[in-house]
């Protein structure tokens, strides 16, 4: 009866259960191949994820980038030391202060140069805020992704006002180049840091509002709780970072345990925490966690960028530079915690105007490479979930 | 209550227009027969016809505004503000702009039904429409199986979306087309259970017939305070309604975020507009049979007072027994409709507000809570109305 079967089944079905008398055939259709992206409206930008999806269910995936690749660790070996830093912004076009900031950090520990404490406090002071912005945007464009449309807007309400200080100290509103190799561009404007704390007492004023609206949404909580978990021990072997590592309960943040710039000594001070997963709606690791921690950050730059007004100091704020950089031949490896993980540039130099080597590690690389393993077994929808979870920024995986 | 066979062997030649027979003699003796019967007859279903398409869109017309003034209002915005004053235009504007673009065919579409598909969903929403009733005494169609009628063609929809989806021979289409179809079975149940609730307290499916039962109690006699398995069964209804006319939290089939536009994605112009009135003409018709049948249809104590003020027949019987139209009514069947228009337009702003609030229910979710959850509901609630409403009539007699 079986072997009647078999002769007459196409290619496709398999047997069940051979063994029985009453044969169980499963009759299945081939998976079916769909592109998600490049032009998709959840890809945020032009990534593409090769998906296989048997109805509803993801089966593999496969994410394809390339798309938005620029050469910028090319052209940073054919520019010189101070003309790369605008290429920087575009590596993370939702965190520009801290990509600058990256590559000044890895350049000045070659040259050696003393940093004005001014310089120092304000460099922080904009990393952070620009920490609240790409976290704004992160945790909004997801709530989009979960079908939120609302919160997005309140998101971008804030961020907008973070934009506008940043215009108002280097007069550009996403692309900066305002952290300069030595200090920053320029000092601050009259009454800036005066805004910048008005911003943090309207902004801690208004955080509780995404918390009600979203975070603790039962819909929202439904559809992220369990869902793309990344275990401890994978979020270590892809080489998580950031916010996804955190996400799984990783205890890792650059700015305290590889201390840079003043981190150290405001972690001594108490004045900020490493929210850190706890599993709270779901496993540990889950898409909720990584959008809890950011929400969470959010409130600790806050504190930071309070301690850096309470301790600012008047002073320069750049050093002592000559106009045409050389630097001293070396090389040198510094990475520093970008809104989405390790963001480290990599520089060797031979004593001369141009780099002989530039690389960057971009976190978004690495995390984006967790989602061949996350998504299958999950639904169209949990992809989407997903990979808004991971928060990528596609002109960083690419550069 | 009148047993539910009766009804349907009283309805089962379904009487299109039988009040507007009153409305055909005025005709006819206004316009002292000059016209033959069938000429006024014609006249009268086109002229139908066109005021039931032009009711719809106008309908969606304003409700888009409304949507997106909405939208705003919540999100810190202002909405639409430059075309007329806030921006009333904007709906026209845009009209205009989706008629003049390129009507766009995908090469490997099937042409036939990706074409037929919009008209069949417009054509279905329109035939909906027709058992809207304006006012008491103003209708298109007055239906004794209306509630029947209007989830009957309403439903139809699903067929041209499935259609739509299937003939753009594409990937997300065919998804959002096979969410669709699994969504709609899914609440259709609950959506027609629940109605079942108010059908049965007030024994009849005609909507006007419904509304005029609730004019007790100075107009406040609405079935929701009549029977309390309502409330329930009116939560119930509201959320089928939303799954049912595709509205977040339920908006899977056209889910921007996951399945680009869904059902929708290869349309643009005026075919994808078909598809965007069809929304929210569904929007309107689920609104307006939870006014009509668990908030009070017609009647508000306002409604009770112009009734008394103004007298409620449209149509009296004059001097040589001829059909006259009673001017004096009109005022009662002016602010009759508006009374529920207003409640449906609420409906529907609570439709916008959760559209505006919350996210997206996953796939699986929405299953599970169609079956799991509002099915069983809603037999629960239509069982418990029946023993309460029997119970009444045994103590009551």
Partial sequence: ?399 | MAPALMLVQEAAPVAVGSGSNAFLEGLVAALGESLPLWALWLGAAVTGVAIVIGLISLIAMFSVWLERKVAGHIQCRYGPMYVGWHGWLQSIADGVKLLLKEDMIPRDADRLLFMLAPALVLSAIVAAMAAYPLAPGVFFADLDLGVFFVIAMSSMTTIGVVMAGWASNSKWTVFGAMREAAQVVAYEIPLGVALLVPVMVAGTLNLREASELQSDWYGMGWFMFKNPFMLPAFVLYFIAALAETKRAPFDLPEAESELVAGFMTEYSGIRWSFFFMEEYAAMFLMSALAAVFFLGGFESPLTWAAGEFFGRELFVAGVNGATELNLQAIPYHAVAGLTLLLKTFAGIFLMMWLRWTLPRVRVDQVMTMGYKYLTPLALVCALGAALWEAGKQALLG
Wanted: one cysteine or more.
């Fill in chain 1, 1 to 399: 009866m079986a072997n009647e079967v078999t002769k007459t089944m196409p290619p496709n079905t398999r047997l069940l259960r051979t063994d029985a008398s009453e044969v169980t055939v499963d009759i299945r259709t081939p998976d079916l191949e769909i592109n998600f992206g490049p032009q998709h409206p959840a890809t945020h930008g032009v990534m593409r994820v090769l998906m296989r999806t048997d109805g509803e269910l993801v089966t593999g995936a496969q994410p394809h980038l390339g798309y938005l690749h620029r050469c910028a660790e090319k052209i940073g070996e054919n520019v010189e030391w101070l003309q790369y830093l605008p290429y920087t912004d575009r590596y993370d076009y939702l965190a520009s202060m801290n990509n600058n900031l990256g590559y000044s950090l890895a350049v000045e520990a070659l040259l050696g140069v003393e940093i004005p404490r001014r310089a120092t406090l304000i460099r922080i002071i904009c990393a952070e805020l620009n920490r609240i912005g790409s976290h704004l945007v992160a945790f909004g464009t997801y709530g989009l992704d979960i079908g939120a449309f609302t919160p997005f807007l309140y998101c971008f309400r804030e961020r907008e006002w973070m934009m506008s200080l940043f215009e108002k100290i280097c007069g550009a509103r996403l692309t900066y180049s305002y952290i300069r190799i030595g200090g920053v561009f320029n000092d601050a404007p009259p009454g800036w840091f005066e805004e910048v704390a008005r911003f943090c007492d309207v902004f801690e004023r208004k955080w509780p509002e995404y918390v009600d609206l979203l975070l603790v949404n039962q819909i929202y909580v439904k559809r992220t709780a369990n869902v793309g978990v990344i275990s401890r021990e994978m979020a270590l072997d892809f080489g998580l970072s950031g916010t996804m590592l955190r996400g799984s309960g990783i205890d890792w943040d650059l700015r305290r345990d590889m201390p840079y710039m003043c981190y150290g000594e405001i972690w001594r001070d108490g004045a900020y925490k490493i929210p850190l997963a706890k599993g709270e709606m779901g496993a540990l690791g889950d898409c909720w966690d990584r959008s809890w921690v950011r929400v969470m950050e959010m409130m600790e730059s806050i504190r930071i960028v309070r301690w850096c007004l309470d301790h600012m100091v008047d002073g320069p704020v750049i050093g002592e530079l000559p106009k045409s950089l050389k630097v001293p031949a070396g090389e040198a490896y510094v990475g520093i915690e970008n809104p989405r993980g390790e963001l480290g540039h990599y520089i060797v130099s031979d004593g001369g105007k141009v780099a002989v080597r530039t690389r960057v590690r971009g976190p978004s690389f690495s995390n984006l490479a967790v989602l061949e393993d996350i998504l299958p077994g999950s639904l169209v929808g949990d992809a989407v979930a997903i990979i808004g979870s991971t928060d990528i920024v596609v002109g960083e995986t690419d550069r």
